[in-house]
């Protein structure tokens, strides 16, 4: 084969390797291990298109980079098949979510395996398989059957507490549980029934059910989590959402808030993904504190600035607040059923950054600031949430933005506290000139202050100091059919586990894919689905965010019916090393993941307590969208640079018909029935298009098919244009344009290996010091980006490189062999075919990466530019160390300047070392 056929050459290796499973690594290894994971796609029936592989090709090349490097490499993919789309198609056409995964995924696993990945195949997993949720299924019974002890900082068994209940009752446990938890001793424990005593459990299980407030969605039929809710409405379909009390199951991810914390500084992760994590845990260190309710009943507040306190003018309930109906007056009722109702339609993401909308109602009821006893109005606003704290604040708006424009709007008494320190920059109440002396506080460091306050609070026996976060609970339940079953069946309403034989519990057919006529999910149309046929299951299914919390363990070993991974394998491979995905999963799939690492760590059925190394938010490729401009009125396409000659309106079209910036006319004809007939106005016997850079999709007509580019040009040609875009982790325009430069660099690589009659064409030949140099160049930069994955400077590196050997006319075995090597993960058929006719017979994936030598390296000579009379006339090398007058000696002699000194005699040469040479005549 003396062409480059790169579509030949593709599919003879991508068989190669399936056929010879070259990917597979060994179960265990002396080799040092590397774990290089990408976050597990969703199979949408759309496909992949450009930009989805960007974070593939990266971790791709490291795989096999560390391969090369002597590391036993576990390079898994797999698809996070349940979710919401394939129930909503199933919906619509009655079709099992089923069968549409199943050819999705179908249509990932071609797309991905044409661009060359090494994936272990073997290892696919898919969420929505039952020999994979059975392990979800089996994980989510260990949460249940545990409590969190905050004594030895650990998930410990349920049963090791209800030992305790059994001797001394609660009043020794340190635990996670429910606010409302009752103290009990012994006796009163061993006295209560078996319903009795399950739901005191229900209060310390790391997963139990509880009335939560959730974001419904009636449209859909389900609970949707805080980041499937923007403005209001469904990111899905764009449904109203509202805030409504609903019975959930709950995942008590608060019990791990502290760890989940401080585990962020022990990994090397993007510091704008931690710094989300931090702030959606949000710690905070203050007091809660007893608003006493005139007529009866107390509010209680938290407040990280206790010292303010003198400062408080009223105090705010969040809409969804319990006391609410109790407190309201008759007067008042009215106003705040209505707000209410508005408040509770608003998501809390929305509520939380909206800082614009200042709305609110007065409840007509009054608390006691239990510091200064001065009576202060409550009102109900949607600023405070419900989950945040207690659902209540003491608004001090001398010193809170929020609070001062609340103030400001409803004409509420402002006050500026004179604690101690410097409040300048929060102080809002020095504007109106109404500043308070802070009593006791007065004169005392904001430190000092706070402590004071606290302990004054808790003498006064009205509050105490306490640390808070602002995450709360998880949502763990989905009225939805396409999701994992809870293994759970009801006993007089108390929830139990299955057996563990009995796992998995498998989704039961139904008649339809809608909740019933009663309003139960979707699986309460199930016929005959009971639990020993009489007990009622669960009917709720597991989130989205079930199946992807533990997933990679189970790549370690997938086709364990025992277990979810043995210990073995779970002690060789231990965590990801690197794993690259989108930072829009920070405070979902990502905070999700770390939890529960936590928890199975603490059982001792994992051995490292964080999941995830290093961690790589590829940045996304952009579409390139195109436009044409319509004449209004007509069916005339005016070209883009004559547009503003007429009134026209803006359409997307389709980029895949057009070239350069330049329209197909006749396939424009035919991309949709109303152009058929379009006339055109064009510039140079041309259509030019408009060109926007925007977010890739399908209503934008700027999707690109990575099928299409690895027809027309290559895989490789594509895996290193992806990388050559930029920098992995920027955003970056698409230009199918720019791929030419890519696949001539590919074909002119190839040409370094044949001669000029198309023969494979290499010398075993010893190569000059030049030759060498370029080489180890190359090698030492290529090794230096990869390992600091600076994939973009890599292919730079390659093109100098080739280009330099061009000139060099290099088709030297020891040159071209290892630089084979080192180009074979960014562009690994190409080199596999050229490793094979070199006279290798195994795959270059196990090459070894050859090393760089800093003596070839070292510059030993220099090329002068040589002028005559101040004119560069030629070029000359030298040693660096070449003595001046053998140098002089060797100008005169050389044709080229004979030919400029025209038959004169110099009158002098001047060298500049390392500069320039210029002989005078």
């Not at 600091?788 to 020891?814: D, G, P, W, Y």
């Amino acid at each position: 084969m003396s062409e480059y056929n790169f579509n030949q050459i593709e599919k003879k290796w991508q068989r190669y390797w399936e056929e010879n499973q070259t990917f597979k690594p060994s179960a265990t290894s002396d080799k040092p291990k590397y774990y290089a994971l990408d976050m597990f796609p969703y199979p949408s029936g759309a496909g992949l298109h450009v930009g989805h592989p960007l974070g593939y090709i990266a971790s791709d090349i490291v795989s096999r980079y560390k391969r090369l490097k002597g590391f036993n490499v576990l390079h898994p993919m797999g698809f996070d098949s349940f979710g919401l789309p394939a129930e909503q198609y199933a919906i619509q056409t009655g079709q099992h979510p089923a069968i549409t995964t199943e050819q999705n995924i179908a249509r990932y696993i071609e797309q991905l395996k044409n661009i060359g990945f090494s994936f272990d195949w073997e290892r696919e997993i898919r969420t929505s398989d039952p020999s994979y949720y059975k392990w979800t299924q089996w994980i989510f019974m260990q949460l249940f059957n545990s409590y969190y002890n905050y004594t030895s900082d650990k998930a410990e068994s349920i049963e090791k507490l209800v030992a305790e209940f059994e001797t001394n009752g609660n009043a020794n446990v340190n635990a996670a549980c429910d606010d409302d938890t009752p103290a009990f001793s012994a006796e009163e424990w061993k006295n209560m029934d078996e319903q009795q005593q399950a739901e005191t459990l229900l209060k310390y299980r790391l997963t139990y059910v509880a009335e939560a407030v959730v974001n419904w969605c009636p449209a859909l039929g389900t609970v949707l989590a805080n980041d499937e809710v923007v403005g209001g409405v469904s990111e899905r379909g764009g449904y109203p959402v509202e805030r409504k009390k609903m019975r959930q199951w709950m995942m008590r991810i608060t019990a791990y808030a502290e760890r989940l914390l401080q585990g962020l500084e022990e990994i090397d992760w993007p510091e704008p993904v931690k710094e989300m994590q931090r702030n959606w845990i949000g710690k905070s260190v203050g007091a809660e504190l007893d608003f006493a309710i005139e007529g009866d009943g107390h509010i209680k507040v938290f407040t990280t600035r206790i010292d303010t306190i003198f400062g408080a003018t009223f105090v705010v309930l969040a809409p969804e607040h319990e006391l609410v109906e109790q407190i309201t007056t008759p007067e008042q009722l009215e106003q705040v059923e209505a707000y209410v109702q508005v408040a509770k339609n608003r998501s809390e993401r929305e509520r939380m950054t909206d800082v614009k909308t200042v709305s609110g109602v007065f409840t007509g009821a009054y608390a006691i600031n239990p510091i200064s006893e001065e009576r202060v109005p409550i009102w109900i606003a949607d600023y405070v949430l419900a989950g945040y704290g207690t659902g209540a604040v003491m608004a001090v708006p001398g010193h809170d933005s929020r609070d001062y424009t609340f103030a400001k709007h409803f004409n509420l008494p402002i006050r500026e506290v004179v604690a101690g320190g410097n409040l300048e920059e929060e102080a809002y109440a020095a504007k109106e000139g109404k500043i308070i002396n802070s009593g006791f506080l007065n004169g005392l460091e904001v430190k000092d202050a706070i402590k004071a306050g606290i302990a004054k609070a808790e003498e006064l026996g009205v509050g105490k100091g306490r640390v808070q976060y602002r995450m709360r609970d998880a949502v763990f339940s989905r009225q939805r059919y396409w999701g994992e079953p809870v293994p759970v069946y009801f006993k007089d309403g108390i929830p139990h586990l299955l057996k563990q034989e009995d796992l998995p519990l498998e989704l039961p057919k139904i008649d339809a894919y809608l909740p019933t006529e009663t309003g139960e999910p979707p699986l309460g149309r199930a016929v005959d689905w009971k639990y020993e046929n009489q007990y009622e299951y669960e009917l709720s299914t597991m989130p989205g965010w079930a199946g992807s919390s533990w997933y990679w363990y189970r790549y370690m070993d997938p086709q364990n019916d025992n277990a979810f991974a043995e210990k073995d394998k779970i002690e060789y491979w231990r965590n990801v090393d690197l794993y690259i995905g989108g930072s829009e999963h920070a405070t979902g799939h990502l905070l999700y993941s770390r939890f529960w690492n936590k928890f199975m760590f603490d059982l001792e059925l994992v051995v490292e307590h964080e999941p995830f190394k290093k961690l790589i938010n590829q940045g996304m490729i952009q579409g390139r969208s195109n436009f044409v401009y319509r004449v209004n009125g007509t069916n005339k396409y005016v070209s883009f640079g004559l547009k503003d000659q007429y009134e026209t309106t803006q359409l997307h079209v389709d980029v895949n018909i057009v070239e350069n910036d330049v329209l197909d006319l006749e396939a424009f004809k035919k991309w949709r029935p109303e152009n058929a007939d379009a006339e055109f106005i064009l510039e140079d016997g041309k259509y030019n298009v408009g060109v926007e850079i925007e977010k890739m999709s399908k209503s934008k007509y700027n999707v690109v098919n990575p099928d299409d580019i690895v027809d027309r040009q290559g895989a490789d040609t594509l895996r290193m244009y992806e990388m050559f875009l930029g920098p992995l982790e920027q955003f970056k325009p698409w230009n199918t344009n720019g791929m030419d430069g890519v696949h001539k660099f590919l074909r002119k690589f190839w040409r370094l290996f044949h001669d000029n009659d198309g023969n494979f064409a290499v010398s075993d030949d010893a190569p000059t010091a030049a030759e060498l140099k370029s080489l180890h160049k190359t090698i030492k930069k290529v090794e230096e980006d990869v390992e600091r994955f600076s994939f973009n400077t890599s292919v730079s590196t390659f093109m100098i490189c080739v280009n330099e050997l061009t000139q060099l006319k290099t088709n030297k075995r020891a040159i071209l062999e290892p630089l084979t090597v080192i180009l074979s993960p960014y562009a690994p058929h190409i080199a596999e075919e050229l490793w094979e006719k070199l006279g290798h017979s195994g795959s270059i994936s196990y090459a070894a990466f050859p090393e760089w030598k800093e003596e070839y390296l070292v510059e030993n000579s220099f090329e002068y530019p040589v002028s005559i009379n101040g004119k560069t006339r030629s070029k000359m090398t030298f040693a660096l160390d070449a003595p001046k007058d053998e140098m002089e000696k060797a100008v005169l002699a050389d044709e080229q300047v004979q030919k400029f000194m025209d038959g004169k005699s110099a009158k002098k040469i001047i060298i500049v070392p390392n500069k320039i040479i210029n002989v005078v005549v």
